[in-house]
Structures are given as C-alpha cells and as structure tokens.
T-cell receptor
Framework: KAGVTQTPRYLIKTRGQQVTLSCSPI?????VSWYQQTPGQGLQFLFE???????NKGNFPGRFSGRQFSNSRSEMNVSTLELGDSALYLC?????????????FGPGTRLTVT | DAKTTQPPSMDCAEGRAANLPCNHS???????VYWYRQIHSQGPQYIIH???NNETNEMASLIITEDRKSSTLILPHATLRDTAVYYC???????????FGTGTRLQVTL
C-alpha cells in the first residue's frame, strides 16, 4: 500500500506571496492532519480534516488555511508569506479521527521563504 | 492530553536492546501511549501504541507499567538505522492532534 505523499517536496517563495501544498493520504484513510516543524518551535499541529470538515485547529494565524476533498486528499494554503513561515510542513493520515487510530506521516514539504 | 517526560538523549551499542523510558504520571484512563520516531529531516514514523497491555510488533515492544504512569519502548536489536529522535505521546479523545515534546535522541554506535 502506498504511503502518504506530499507535493511539492521543496519550494522557495518570496515574502508576501502565497503557497499551496498538497497531501494524498494512504488509501482508505479519511483523516488528514497538518503539522509545521521549525528548529525553534518543534513540531506543531496546524489543523485536522475528516470527511471534508475541519475538526480541529492549532494556534496559527488565519493566513494558514486548508481544505479536504471528497477523495480525502488535502491542501493547505499559506497567504502573505513571512520569513518565519520557512519550515517543514508535514501531513499525516489515519483511518479515523482520534484515538486509538495511529497516524502515518508523509515526507514533508520544505518551504523556504526569502 | 497528559504531559510526558523523556530523557533528552541516550546511547546504545549496535546489536543491543535499546530501552527508551517515558513518564506520564498524569495519564487518564482513556489515553493511549504512542511512540513515533523521526530520522533527520524525514517525516515522523509511527512505531507502536498501547492502552494498558504490553504490545509488540515487527519494529518494537511497548511495556506499560500496571499503574500506567510510565512506559518503555524496546528496540530489541538496535542498528545504526535506528538512530533518531523518539517521541512518546499520550493522547486520548476524538481529535487526532499529536503534541510532540522534545523527545529522546537515540544514538546507536558501532
């Protein structure tokens, strides 16, 4: 079974631009969560989608948004990019939401904002 | 979700068992213990999880104490490829949010 895939793997953007990242979950998985990883803050939860509905949201500004499609694929968007948005963005999928389901992570998209 | 405490770093010789401890003294009855690891610059990898019974899979064993206040992840025969940061996460409820701490940096050496 194929794992979680994320595209693109690497991205360079300029301050003020916007960016869209894509995540394809493992087949049959309906929950997709997004995380941001930076050296200073570690791994932080952004949001979770289940059945096309946002279930949970982390403490990030409104510039960070996401959506999920009927095939469970998900995208996240960051508008008006700031230098501090440079990070590894990780997507994780699971069969259901919450415990005891385990989450499987993709390889991440490394975003650099210049 | 209950807070966890892990040692910041550990060393293990290749071929030996690596025993990674985790304290979670405020765990509640419906919270699971999850273990993930992250090899440098890769996405975290799910290892194992459990509620109160000991669990084993092809990667590792999870030993949870009877009072559930602590647990140990055991990698039975560590290899160099097991060098990574290991995260112990306690989670319950209906949300999928994982709260990652600083984890234990395991260094496997020859």
């Amino acid at each position: 079974k194929a794992g979680v895939t994320q595209t693109p793997r690497y991205l360079i953007k300029t301050r003020g631009q916007q960016v869209t990242l894509s995540c394809s979950p493992i087949s049959g998985h309906r929950s997709v969560s997004w995380y941001q990883q930076t050296p200073g803050q570690g791994l932080q939860f952004l949001f979770e989608y289940f059945s096309e509905t946002q279930r949970n949201k982390g403490n990030f500004p409104g510039r960070f948004s996401g959506r999920q499609f009927s095939n469970s694929r998900s995208e996240m968007n960051v508008s008006t990019l700031e230098l501090g948005d440079s990070a590894l963005y990780l997507c994780a999928s699971s069969m259901g939401t919450g415990s005891p389901y385990e989450q499987y992570f993709g390889p991440g998209t490394r975003l650099t904002v210049t | 979700d209950a807070k966890t405490t892990q040692p910041p770093s550990m060393d293990c010789a290749e071929g030996r068992a690596a025993n990674l401890p985790c304290n979670h003294s405020t765990i509640s009855g419906n919270e699971y213990v999850y273990w993930y690891r992250q090899i440098h610059s890769q996405g975290p990898q799910y290892i194992i999880h459990g509620l109160k019974n000991n669990e084993t899979n092809e990667m590792a064993s999870l030993i949870i104490t009877e009072d559930r206040k602590s647990s140990t992840l055991i990698l039975p025969h560590a290899t160099l490829r097991d060098t990574a940061v290991y995260y112990c996460i306690v989670k319950g409820g209906t949300a999928s949010k994982l709260t990652f701490g600083t984890g234990t940096r395991l260094q496997v050496t020859l």
